[in-house]
């Protein structure tokens, strides 16, 4: 069975800096792109984050996030990470990884993955 588990979550202080770490089991993890997403509030959508490629070699990142937040993989641990540094009280949310379907490329649509974690909460205060 297929599974995600996100750890890293916490509480800091703005400014501080998390290392969110993903872990998969049950599939091949280096075929698939991975993409982490936030959710702010229960009941609000998933926003994307940062994804990068199976090889590692092609990534992309939210707009708000480019310049502080770091997507890497390691295919021999099977992990993916998101190294969150100049952390904002905005960036309070429920971050989630994904595994992507395959052939849709390092996309920020929450369409082109198919296999959630179950969330980590980070919260940055002020």
């Known amino acids: 069975q297929v599974q995600l588990v996100e750890s890293g979550g916490g509480l800091v202080q703005a400014g501080g800096s998390l290392r969110l770490s993903c872990a998969a089991s049950?599939?091949?993890?280096?075929?698939?792109?991975m993409g982490w997403f936030l959710r702010r509030a229960p009941g609000k959508e998933r926003d994307f984050v940062a994804?990068?490629?199976?090889?590692?070699?092609?990534?992309n990142y939210a707009d708000s996030v480019k310049g502080r937040f770091t997507i890497s993989r390691d295919n021999t641990k099977n992990t993916v990470y998101l190294q969150m540094n100049s952390l904002k009280p905005e960036d309070t949310a429920v971050y989630y990884c994904?595994?992507?379907?395959?052939?849709?490329?390092?996309?920020?649509?929450?369409?082109?993955?198919?296999?959630w974690g179950q969330g980590t909460q980070v919260t940055v205060s002020s």
């Open positions: 994804a990068i490629s199976a090889s590692g070699g092609l990534t």
């Open positions: 049950g599939r091949t993890f280096s075929s698939y792109n």
């Open positions: 994904a595994i992507g379907r395959l052939r849709a490329g390092v996309s920020d649509a929450v369409t082109s993955y198919d296999l």
